[in-house]
T-cell receptor, first 117, second 114 residues
Framework: EAGVVQSPRYKIIEKKQPVAFWCNPI?????LYWYLQNLGQGPELLIRYENEEAVDDSQLPKDRFSAERLKGVDSTLKIQPAELGDSAVYLC???????????????FGSGTRLTVV | AQSVTQLGSHVSVSEGALVLLRCNYSSSVPPYLFWYVQYPNQGLQLLLKYTSAATLVKGINGFEAEFKKSETSFHLTKPSAHMSDAAEYFC????????????FGSGTRLSIRP
């Protein structure tokens, strides 16, 4: 099993430019999360999807951030335009709320490290 | 509301010594508690979880944590540190065991001295 796959791993862009991140969750995981991790801090939830529906996007800065999860599988997170303060690691995670999972089922990807210059 | 506080942003121990990483939680409902480890430039890996069963939870890589309701604590320990344990450790809390928002602490960086 490939786990949660994110791309790109690293991205450097100039401020005011757009950027997009992609996440492919574990097969069968209906719940998908995007977290923001600033340097030296713990991750903070940006948005949570149940299948294709965004059920918690209260922490997503909607003026510049957007996300979608078409067909309830892959997801993209977009920033337009990017600001210097957006430099961080963007983590995707997925989980399943059906059946049992001895490992809790909440699995993180390796993240995308964004640098805005 | 739920939150976790990790005491000490950086802990340094000698190889072979006891590892103790402290975590206190705040929750208005019975919590689910977790410890995650993050190696440089990698995602988070689950070390162990408390889901209201046994209060002493054993995880991977020889780590364990004890849920103490009276102290609202969930400290992480390992009897003997290994060089490969050097990483960032995050304590986290959730309302449910799955499909829910996880709230993370600010992390503790563990360094191991030869």
């Amino acid at each position: 099993e490939a786990g949660v796959v994110q791309s790109p791993r690293y991205k450097i862009i100039e401020k005011k430019q757009p950027v997009a991140f992609w996440c492919n969750p574990i097969s069968g995981h209906n719940t998908l999360y995007w977290y923001l991790q600033n340097l030296g801090q713990g991750p903070e939830l940006l948005i949570r999807y149940e299948n294709e529906e965004a059920v918690d996007d209260s922490q997503l800065p909607k003026d510049r951030f957007s996300a979608e999860r078409l067909k309830g599988v892959d997801s993209t997170l977009k920033i337009q335009p990017a600001e210097l303060g957006d430099s961080a690691v963007y983590l995707c995670a997925s989980s399943s709320n059906t059946g049992t999972d001895s490992n809790y089922g909440y699995t993180f990807g390796s993240g995308t490290r964004l640098t805005v210059v | 509301a739920q939150s976790v506080t990790q005491l000490g942003s950086h802990v340094s121990v000698s190889e072979g010594a006891l590892v103790l990483l402290r975590c206190n939680y705040s929750s208005s409902v019975p919590p689910y508690l977790f410890w995650y480890v993050q190696y440089p430039n990698q995602g988070l890996q689950l070390l162990l979880k408390y889901t209201s069963a046994a209060t002493l939870v054993k995880g991977i890589n020889g780590f364990e944590a004890e849920f103490k309701k009276s102290e609202t604590s969930f400290h992480l320990t390992k009897p003997s540190a290994h060089m490969s344990d050097a990483a960032e450790y995050f304590c986290a809390v959730s309302r449910y065991s799955s499909a829910s928002k996880i709230i993370f602490g600010s992390g503790t960086r563990l360094s191991i001295r030869p």
